[in-house]
């Protein structure tokens, strides 16, 4: 058992929160969705036929149901965005070194090659704002030196004619289309957008997603899977469909050598660089003071190809394992819900990727359902 509560906790508790309960997550937490033996599947609060996302889906089920103000999640995949977006409540997922991790810990000393975060998810903007501000405001990196040194800032980003906001659209990640509710969800967000003042939004073309995703999953098991497979056999826990899947079938998964790991590690500084470069991309170069000017602030694209999932399901996750793999920040907010008369899927002959082809399949409204969009 651990001496003491997680730094964070403590942080939180300083501040005059009540720590109330620890929720449910999923076999080894690299699930998309929230199943385990031991408290069987976190349903989704509007419609209990449906996922609640995963990894912190426990936790973004209390909040989206009132039982609690404000939770606390870890991604290193989507496991914030996927459950807040699946429930409809805001989540966000910080950049590395922001919010302490000491005490928390489920990633095998050594092995974190792509960085797990945690980070708030609550009903509002305000309440992911006060948890920042809380936890930086204690300053938490004279404890855990690992940490950015770097204060809460409040920032003004209201668009100026002399600084205008610049938004950047993707539509979908090259390699699976969205279903329809996301699609007419961003579509409605960027007629609303555009008529703000001083506000321009442009298309961005995604990178090179399905790469991104083959360095991610290379990285999330550098052992093979063999720390949770031991673990798994030393319990004799079953193996869940998701967790097969993630460790056993993912041709990425394989015990990496000194050269292995330094490839694909290499890799990784590679694609960020390139990244860069294609974000850069979409502003103007300015050839007298060789620089590019006017790139995009924000990106706006959906958290996942559909509204939620049903259990067992949820296998897609370049659209938010990009951005851990990148070190971006990213955020997901509720943006609406999915209509069975608005929202109809069409036929499609053509494919972008045979997960493309997978996952329309899985494009359905059930009766009642309450799906909401993210984005």
Same mark, same amino acid.
């Given at each position: 058992m651990p001496e003491s509560d997680a730094l964070v906790a403590q942080i939180l508790a300083r501040?005059?929160?009540?720590i109330m309960a620890r929720t449910t997550e999923p076999q080894t937490m690299m699930q998309l969705e929230t199943a385990s033996n031991l408290y069987g599947t976190t349903v989704n609060p509007f419609n209990t036929a449906l996922s609640a996302g995963g990894s912190s889906g426990g936790?973004?089920?209390l909040v989206a149901m009132g039982g609690s103000v404000i939770g606390v999640g870890s991604d290193v995949g989507g496991s914030i965005r996927v459950p807040a977006a699946?429930?409809?409540?805001?989540?966000?997922?910080?950049?590395?070194?922001?919010?302490?991790?000491?005490?928390?810990?489920?990633?095998?000393?050594?092995?974190?090659?792509? @960085? $797990? !975060? /945690?980070?708030?998810?609550?009903?509002? =903007? *305000?309440?992911?704002?006060?948890?920042? @501000? $809380? !936890? /930086?405001?204690?300053?938490?990196?004279? =404890? *855990?030196?690992?940490?950015?040194?770097?204060?809460?800032?409040?920032?003004?980003v209201r668009p100026t004619p002399a600084r205008p906001l610049r938004l950047g659209v993707m539509w979908h990640d090259?390699?699976?289309?969205?279903?329809?509710?996301?699609?007419?969800a961003l579509t409605e967000f960027v007629e609303r957008v555009k008529k703000l003042a001083h506000v321009e939004v442009v298309d961005f073309e995604a990178y090179k997603h399905d790469e991104a995703w083959a360095i991610t999953s290379s990285l999330y098991f550098s052992d093979g899977g063999k720390?949770?497979?031991?673990?798994?056999?030393?319990?004799?826990?079953?193996?869940?469909?998701?967790?097969?899947?993630?460790v056993e079938t993912n041709p990425c998964v394989e015990e990496l050598d000194?050269?292995?790991?330094?490839?694909?590690?290499?890799?990784?500084e590679e694609y960020r660089l390139e990244?860069?470069?294609?974000?850069?991309?979409?502003?103007?170069?300015?050839?007298?003071?060789?620089?590019?000017?006017?790139?995009?602030d924000?990106?706006?694209?959906?958290?996942?190809?559909?509204?939620?999932?049903r259990p067992g399901t949820a296998k897609y996750w370049y659209y938010t394992s990009t951005w851990n793999l990148l070190d971006y920040p990213a955020m997901a907010f509720p943006a609406g819900k999915a209509d069975k008369r608005l929202d109809v899927r069409v036929a499609r002959t053509t494919y972008m990727s045979d997960l493309d082809r997978e996952n329309w399949a899985l494009c359905e409204f059930l009766p009642g359902s309450a799906g909401r969009v993210r984005v």
């Open positions: 501040a005059g929160a009540v936790e973004a089920a699946a429930c409809g409540i805001f989540g966000l997922k910080p950049t590395a070194f922001r919010v302490p991790t000491t005490g928390y810990g489920s990633i095998p000393a050594g092995a974190d090659y792509v @960085q $797990t !975060v /945690l980070g708030p998810l609550c009903r509002t =903007l *305000e309440g992911i704002e006060l948890f920042m @501000q $809380t !936890v /930086l405001d204690a300053e938490p990196w004279k =404890l *855990e030196p690992a940490l950015v040194p770097l204060p809460w800032r409040s920032v003004d090259g390699v699976v289309l969205p279903h329809p509710p996301i699609s007419r720390a949770d497979i031991a673990a798994l056999e030393a319990s004799g826990e079953p193996w869940l469909p998701l967790t097969k899947w993630i000194r050269n292995s790991l330094e490839y694909w590690l290499e890799e990784k990244y860069a470069k294609a974000w850069n991309a979409s502003g103007v170069w300015n050839a007298e003071t060789g620089r590019w000017e006017r790139t995009v924000a990106l706006i694209c959906p958290v996942a190809p559909g509204v939620t999932t």
